[in-house]
């Protein structure tokens, strides 16, 4: 399912969608080659290097997933889609055509005419991780479908159910039932493959099962903002619509990656495809299989990127590690000891370089562990132990409070710096400003736009709580604090900002 980016480029999922027919998919093959099987390296003939014997190894455990969602519509009578072949690429066209036609639409709908059946499928891709037939495909590429069917490269098809799924990677983990061992696949270590290693992936590209195509790992680590825990690989191998939940390999025959985006002006490979990691992925699976649902760890913090006026501020040197700017009430860190203006530098013994490394960490780390963490407070190392909390039974304790209606003017403000104005709180400015009982800190009633703290989106009507990590309950706190920060030689000013619903973040500000 492709989703659109204001840009004129498309950030798209892979899989093919909407009455396309499913054409057979060469699978893969087992990792450990039979006697006279052919050998697991690519071969050189002269100055090319072939990858046909790695490709006919592992082809029979890769798989076409064909998934078929039914759904009630209403309206009034509907023509049928056209048939359309393995060999057309257009069927999401047609399927949004005709959805602008009459499924959904405004024309010729009728709400008083009964429910109607409407059947939508869409094409990926997945490989065999175990004989007994468990298979790991895109969680986008089956979504909520009624039936899947996995097809093999000699054309068996079987029909799968669902083990488990993760959203927040976008994984899904089925299982197919046969009378004989499948052929299967195994993970490799993503974490060894380096930028330029090459790769082969294999899929089911716009219908066309068992395409296979290969490039180079063209980047690491790559965060593409579709997620809490996004590291994908980048790569120049043709990866298109289809090939989402595919396998990319090593050069050994070990699944390193799991293709799951494009970034793309038209939706086809313009040489720019995201794979999740194996080394994220492999856990996942294993949790999956286990328990039918991801068990992460969870911190219980809210954190943000440290930057040089941050790290400045903080006496942190040079900016690294994750700035806790909130922390939960019911969650872990709180009895260990973690305040607000910690910066987490380690986690578990791993060195955290920025605030997106430490979701990553720590939900890979196993819930209910003793977790030695490593914090920088006011220019101090301190050492500190939590025991990690699961992240899904935290995620149902964390709920948003609504907003109140705006009311009255503030009153008049009594003291600026930085570009902004203070005063503190009363019951008119809480009422207008929605801002939530119990909140402390000073009223900002006036941002300068050409201000630093504009350009840090600081908005009227937050709170600023602390100014140098040091509370704030006056603008007469702000502005003595301020002179203190300026005697002391620091160049910005460290807020910490509370919007009205009681949310923090850490802002450095430069002072004049």
């Known amino acids: 399912m492709a989703f659109q980016h204001s840009h004129a480029y498309r950030l798209a999922r892979i899989a093919t969608v909407a009455g396309m027919a499913f054409a057979t998919v060469p699978a893969f093959a087992q990792v450990t080659p039979a006697p006279g099987n052919v050998q697991a390296t690519p071969q050189a003939h002269g100055t090319t290097i072939s990858l046909a014997d790695l490709a006919e190894r592992v082809m029979p455990a890769v798989v076409n997933i064909a998934a078929v969602t039914t759904s009630e519509t209403r309206g009034r009578n509907l023509p049928q889609l056209p048939q359309l072949g393995p060999d057309t690429p257009f069927g999401d066209l047609f399927e949004e055509f005709f959805n602008r036609r009459g499924r959904g639409g405004e024309q010729g709908q009728n709400q008083n005419q009964p429910p109607q059946q409407r059947r939508s499928q869409s094409a990926g891709s997945g490989f065999v991780v175990d004989p007994s037939g468990l298979v790991v495909t895109n969680n986008h590429v089956i979504g909520d479908a009624n039936e899947i069917t996995v097809v093999f490269s000699d054309g068996l098809r079987l029909k799968a159910e669902v083990i488990g799924k993760d959203t927040k990677v976008d994984l899904a983990l089925l299982r197919v039932k046969h009378d004989k061992p499948l052929p299967f696949v195994k993970f490799g270590d993503s974490d060894k493959m380096r930028i330029g290693d090459p790769v082969m992936a294999i899929g089911n590209p716009f219908g066309l099962g068992g395409s296979v195509s290969s490039g180079i790992v063209s980047a690491r680590n790559r965060d593409i903002n579709q997620g809490p825990y996004d590291t994908y690989i980048q790569t120049d191998a043709a990866i298109n619509k289809g090939n989402s939940g595919g396998p990319l390999f090593n050069m050994a025959g070990e699944v390193i990656g799991i293709n799951t985006a494009i970034l793309s002006p038209t939706g086809g490979s313009v040489g720019i495809g995201f794979a999740v990691p194996s080394s994220l992925a492999t856990n996942i699976v294993d949790q999956l299989r286990e328990f039918g649902e991801t068990r992460r760890g969870w911190l219980g913090v809210r954190i943000q990127n440290v930057d040089d006026a941050a790290a400045e501020a903080l006496g942190l040197g040079t900016a690294r590690g994750a700035l806790i700017a909130g922390i939960d009430e019911k969650g872990p860190a709180k009895p260990a000891g973690l305040e607000v203006g910690d910066v987490i530098v380690k986690f578990d013994g791993k060195d955290v370089k920025d605030s997106r ?132 030689g620091k160049k910005s000013a460290l807020l910490l900002v509370s919007n009205a619903q009681g949310e923090v973040r850490f802002v450095a500000v430069t002072m004049s």
């Open 357 to 488: 490394e430490l979701p990553r960490i720590v939900a890979g780390t196993a819930v209910g562990k003793d977790v030695p963490i490593q914090v920088m407070r006011k220019g101090k190392e301190l050492n500190k132990t939590v025991k990690l909390a699961r992240l899904e039974d935290g995620e149902k304790v964390q709920q948003a409070a609504a907003n109140k209606p705006a009311g009255e003017p503030a009153k008049p403000v009594t003291a600026s710096a930085l570009g902004l104005e203070f005063s503190a709180q009363n019951d008119d400015l809480r009422k207008r400003y929605s801002i939530k009982d119990g909140l402390k800190g000073v009223v900002i009633t006036k941002v300068d736009a050409n201000s630093n703290a504009a350009d840090k989106r600081i908005l009227v009507g937050e709170l600023v709580v602390e100014v140098g990590q040091e509370p704030v309950n006056s603008p007469e706190d702000v502005t003595k604090r301020l002179d203190a920060l300026k005697k002391e």
